[in-house]
Each structure stands twice: as structure tokens, then as C-alpha cells.
Nanobody, 127 residues
Framework: VQLVESGGDSVQAGGSLTLSCAAS????????IGWFRQAPGKEREGVIV???????QYADSVKGRFAISTDSARKTLYLQMNNLKPSDTAMYYC??????????????????????WGQGTQVTVSS
């Protein structure tokens, strides 16, 4: 059972990227799933999380620019990132936790509950 991210790249500010997270050995059904990021010298932070009831929580910094989705088989998780900013530069990770509800607000974006993590994919946004 593992998660493998891909799609990270170097882009100009204002550009777009789509990250993928492939689940090996299981599906995302019944799980709380999400994307997190860690910039150099900073703590890992929640970006966007989603539960099986399609409740989605966003970090304020990405509202209106980022979106989370899965494929129909719920084996691949996507992060669509638009209007990228230099402040979005970070290593991006997908993660899951066995919970049918992610919670609300900042509590939902906390990293502690998440038990399965991918290895990360680097996103670099230049001005």
C-alpha cells in the first residue's frame, strides 16, 4: 500500500499545473484524502482535503485557485493548481487517513491525523 505523486515542475507565476497521486494496493473510498506542502524552512501545511461525502476544506491561500478531484475508480487523486504564485513553491505531498469526515476549517488541514503519505513532488514557481 503506497501513494506515489507526480506532475511537479518548474513554472512561471500565473501558470498552471496538475499533480497526480496514484494509490497502489487500495482505493480512496471511505477515506479522507488531501494535499499538503512543505516549503524550505517551514512546517508542512495542509492545502486542500476532501472526504467521501465530497466535503472539501481549503487553505485560505489557495481558495479559488486550487481544486482537488479523483478519477472514477478512486485510485488517483489530482490537484489542479491555477494562477500559481512564487509562494506556492514547495514539495507537495498527498496523504490519506481512515476517516469518513475530515473535519472543518484548520482542524481538517492538520497533518497529524494522516497516516499514509507519498514521497512528494516538487513545484517551483518563478516570478
Amino acid at each position: 500500500v503506497q501513494l506515489v505523486e507526480s506532475g511537479g515542475d518548474s513554472v512561471q507565476a500565473g501558470g498552471s499545473l496538475t499533480l497526480s497521486c496514484a494509490a497502489s494496493g487500495y482505493t480512496f473510498r471511505g477515506l479522507c484524502i488531501g494535499w499538503f506542502r512543505q516549503a524550505p524552512g517551514k512546517e508542512r501545511e495542509g492545502v486542500i482535503v476532501k472526504d467521501s461525502a465530497v466535503n472539501t476544506q481549503y487553505a485560505d491561500s489557495v481558495k479559488g485557485r486550487f481544486a482537488i478531484s479523483t478519477d472514477s475508480a478512486r485510485k488517483t487523486l489530482y490537484l489542479q493548481m491555477n494562477n500559481l504564485k512564487p509562494s506556492d513553491t514547495a514539495m507537495y505531498y498527498c496523504a490519506t487517513v481512515e476517516a469518513t469526515h475530515c473535519g472543518w476549517g484548520n482542524a481538517a488541514l492538520a497533518t497529524d491525523p494522516y497516516s499514509l503519505w507519498g514521497q512528494g513532488t516538487q513545484v517551483t514557481v518563478s516570478s
